[in-house]
């Protein structure tokens, strides 16, 4: 009978694991498309390395542009000539995007 109380107990605990990695997950997805793009260019200005993130930033430009067609088309404009940056350079250009946000 021990082994069937442990095995529930452990059943629980997963089931519990998981269901709050995706609760966390749905929250990361409550972002809006101006926070989502802030929070990439922050982490570009801070490091000057582009990463995978500047794709979900033109997600998020991508759906600004629905609100803010034409502020969404400037920083998309600017979001091109930053994947070609590294360094310095992109630390400049991000955080003169952050400015234009």
Excluded: H
Aim: with cysteine; proline share 1%; aromatic share 4%.
């Amino acid at each position: 009978m021990g082994y069937v109380r442990w095995l529930a107990v452990l059943s629980l605990v997963a089931f519990n694991a998981c269901d709050n990695s995706s609760s966390s997950s749905s929250r990361e997805n409550t972002l809006s498309p101006q926070e989502e793009v802030r929070s990439v260019l922050e982490g570009v200005a801070n490091s000057g390395q582009i990463d995978s993130g500047i794709i979900a930033a033109r997600n998020a430009l991508e759906k600004w542009r629905t609100t803010d067609a034409a502020k969404a088309e400037e920083l998309l404009k600017d979001l091109d000539a930053l994947e070609r940056l590294t360094g310095q350079a992109a630390k400049k250009k991000a955080s003169e995007m952050i400015g234009n946000l």
